[in-house]
């Protein structure tokens, strides 16, 4: 997620109190929680700047060369994200061999005695894909190398662990519950799709960012509901990760030719979802490269049994469904510090062209079927 969003006809740029805003972590805290899980000493603490829905923390202390994170949560989850990475780690490392970190200690209730959300775990070695990226070129058999072992992740996660009947993010108990958004859970996919068309009109009532577009976008509402749809029964609940893109990837750089995946980390929005939801939360980087990567990936996966786009029964459809909806009020024009821009406006429309075109494709091809 990014909390920027500029418009190439503008200079100014949209600023979001974002999860982060008003939470912080000091030095002196850190001190206090490592002395008490751990009953180590602190030699540094650095703060990284990657993270736009929680404050993280790298830690190294004098009794270990292990090095730890500190994970403090957002403002707009209470509870339920904490403890999804929680459950989601536990499942990891219980039913497969995907590297992620170790849970040292956590705490899900902001009112400790540090005020905000946090988790203690172990740092993965290797360099963070995205950063890598950034300062130099992958070659396409390195990147071939770290989709071989992406899709063997990939294949755990479908395969090795236990699936849910329902829909959501993962509760501490092991069970499903809501998703982030405190919405669901859900025992099909058309009830994972009206609710959230239901929780993004009640936004569009409600948040005056919206008012330009919100007859427009009612109007699209209605028309949507109006639309009989396919019954998509042959649509599989899978554990995903949720946001696995290359920032979430840590790879080793110790030859660029054939780099091996380090790590996998963030699984706050794990839980268990439509397979072919991950192709619109997760895989950027791989499904927008070129076409030969693109279908590398596709092909690799394929090759383990993990459905795809080309072999997801009604993929088209359900890829103008998730336009639709996350178009209709999009996250990133909400708690807006400076709303009044003309740039919201070109992003609303922009919105609702989205919204638009999506029907229409959908009313075409429901009435070919």
């Not at 936004?203 to 109006?226: G, Q």
Request: hydrophobic share 40%; glycine share 4%; net charge negative.
């Amino acid at each position: 997620m990014s909390a920027n969003n500029s418009s190439s006809n503008s200079s100014v740029t949209l600023e979001r109190n974002g999860p982060t805003y008003g939470i912080s972590f000091t030095r002196a805290q850190a001190d206090i929680l490592i002395r008490k899980y751990l009953n180590e000493t602190i030699i540094s603490f650095e703060c990284i700047d990657m993270g736009y829905n929680n404050l993280i923390f790298f830690i190294n202390t004098q009794e270990n060369t292990q090095q730890y994170v500190i994970k403090i949560g957002g403002r707009y989850w209470n509870k339920i994200k904490t403890e999804a990475e929680v459950k989601a780690l536990e499942l990891l490392s219980k039913h497969t061999t995907i590297p992620v970190p170790k849970i040292l200690a956590y705490s899900s209730d902001r009112n400790n005695e540090f005020g905000v959300e946090w988790i203690l775990m172990t740092r993965l070695s290797g360099q963070n894909m995205s950063l890598v990226c950034k300062t130099q070129k992958l070659s396409l058999n390195a990147k071939k190398s770290i989709i071989r072992d992406l899709a063997d992740f990939i294949s755990q996660m479908h395969f090795k662990i236990p699936r849910f009947d329902k829909i959501g993010a993962l509760m501490i108990n092991g069970q499903i519950g809501t998703d982030l958004n405190q919405l669901g859970p859900w025992s099909t996919y058309e009830q994972f799709i009206q609710t959230r068309v239901q929780a993004e009109k009640k936004i569009l009532n409600e948040d005056i960012t919206f008012s330009s577009v919100k007859d427009s976008m009612l109007d699209a509402i209605d028309r949507f509901e109006k639309i009989q749809l396919p019954i998509f029964s042959n649509l599989p609940f899978v554990f995903s990760h949720g946001d696995l893109d290359f920032q979430n990837i840590l790879i080793s750089i110790n030859d660029l030719e054939l780099p091996r995946i380090t790590g996998i980390v963030d699984w706050e929005w794990a839980g268990s979802f439509p397979c072919s939801e991950e192709y619109f939360t997760s895989y950027n980087y791989f499904l927008d490269d070129d076409k030969e990567i693109r279908i590398y990936f596709l092909n690799e996966l394929e090759k383990r049994n993990i459905l795809t786009p080309r072999t997801i029964e009604h993929f088209s459809l359900l890829e103008k469904i998730n336009q639709f909806v996350t178009n209709l009020a999009p996250w990133d024009l909400t708690d807006l510090v400076n709303p009044d821009y003309l740039i919201v406006n070109k992003r609303l429309e922009q919105s609702s062209s989205i919204v638009l075109s999506a029907l229409n494709e959908l009313d075409i091809c429901t009435k070919k079927e």
